[in-house]
């Protein structure tokens, strides 16, 4: 069974910098990109950052380019998302996501954390 799970969300002033993270169980991680979506009120789901479990490749959207890092350690099975510089359109419930390589679609979803930042 395929288990996300998110954690490290919270309240931040504009400006500041939180640390997501994504513990994984249940997959052969080699063949998986990890993924970071967004959602906040009112908005559709976005993509935010993906990275290849093997070799590392990553993905941004422009909106987060140069501020996010997304990052994986193998030996913890987890996905992080550093964020830097959050700005208020930058609050959103954070979803991270996991699709094999051969794949366009996002097969497994965790159950999000909120990022809420304050001007």
């Known amino acids: 069974q395929v288990q996300l799970v998110e954690s490290g969300g919270g309240l931040v002033q504009t400006g500041g910098s939180l640390r997501l993270s994504c513990a994984a169980s249940?997959?052969?991680?080699?063949?998986?990109?990890m993924g970071w979506f967004r959602r906040s009120p009112g908005k559709d789901r976005e993509f935010v950052a993906a990275i290849r479990w093997s070799g590392g490749t990553t993905y941004y959207a422009d909106p987060v380019q140069g501020r996010f890092t997304i990052s994986r350690d193998n030996a913890k099975n987890t996905v992080y998302l550093n964020m830097n510089s959050l700005k208020p359109e930058d609050a959103a419930v954070y979803y991270c996501a996991a699709r094999k390589s051969s794949l366009r679609e996002y097969e497994f979803w965790g159950q999000g954390t909120q990022v809420t930042v304050s001007s």
């Open positions: 249940g997959l052969t991680f080699s063949p998986y990109v």
